[in-house]
């Protein structure tokens, strides 16, 4: 499965950006889909989850800020940020595992910046 992240660009802090990630197949037909980010000098980490059922998870960092959705029409998934912190900055990546194989976007990037 091909994955094709965007939405990513410059923002104050406290401001909003959404991202979307678009996947060459069924998003229904995937179980998981993630949302993670990589900032310089530091591992990738997990952002937020959600499942093809709808259920969604985040770390904590994130929560009450972030909330991901999917669109199955439009076989796209979705991070919207709100409230948006300098820490916020990095690389976010959309992520598929089909069949225990992880497919991987192109990332984009966040920055949170005044």
């Known amino acids: 499965v091909q994955l094709q992240a965007s939405g990513g660009g410059l923002v104050q802090p406290g401001g909003s950006l959404s991202l979307s990630c678009a996947a060459s197949k069924s998003i229904s037909s995937i179980p998981f889909m993630g949302w993670y980010r990589q900032a310089p000098g530091r591992q990738r980490e997990l952002v937020a989850i959600?499942?093809?059922?709808?259920?969604?998870n985040y770390v904590d960092s994130v929560k009450g800020r972030f909330t991901a959705s999917g669109d199955n029409a439009k076989n796209t998934v979705y991070l919207q940020m709100n409230s948006l912190k300098p820490e916020d900055t990095a690389v976010y990546y959309c992520?598929?595992?089909?069949?225990?194989?992880?497919?991987w976007g192109r990332g984009t990037q966040v920055t949170v910046s005044s």
């Open positions: 992520n598929a595992n089909v069949s225990g194989r992880d497919h």
């Open positions: 959600i499942s093809n059922l709808g259920s969604t």
